[in-house]
């Protein structure tokens, strides 16, 4: 189960988000909790009539079994649109893992295809699908 709380504080140029997350864990017969907190800020290009939108963003965690703040990453990417309904994005993380010993650094490239999907709505006298 994870809940999510999401700001968004749109600025000048830019827009900063903070988003607020609880990463709920059974297992073994065992409950652990991890909270995260990610701020973001990004900015919409305009080229031409194509919108890429390069961000930065922080995020730490707090670990329950480890009971400290155990985990900060670093990302760097943009989200580059493809049509009306998708986008794809490429980004770099840097990683630092200290709840166990000795601390973990990691360095990572990652993809991710986003796909957006609407649900029609008609009026009731509409047969039309």
């Known amino acids: ?4 709380v999401t700001f968004h504080f749109p600025m000048a140029r830019f827009l900063l ?16 909790w991890r909270y ?12 031409g009539s194509y919108h890429p939108a390069p961000y930065a963003s922080a995020e730490f965690f707090y670990e329950s079994q480890y009971g400290k703040w155990s985990d900060t990453a670093i990302y760097a990417g943009s989200s580059f649109p493809i049509g009306k309904h998708s986008d ?5 993380e ?25 649900v029609r709505q008609h009026d009731a006298g509409d047969p039309s699908p």
């Not at 988000?17 to 652990?32: E, H, I, T, V, Y």
């Open 88 to 92: 794809f994005t490429p980004y770099y």
């Open 17 to 32: 988000s903070d988003k607020n997350r609880a990463d709920l864990d059974w297992q073994n017969g065992s409950f652990s």
């Open 94 to 118: 840097h990683q630092n893992n200290t709840g166990k010993s000795p601390n973990q650094q990691l360095n990572q490239l990652g993809l991710i295809l986003n796909l957006y999907f609407s």
């Open 36 to 47: 995260r907190n990610r701020v973001q800020i990004e900015k919409t290009l305009r080229i």
């Open 1 to 4: 189960m994870e809940p999510v």
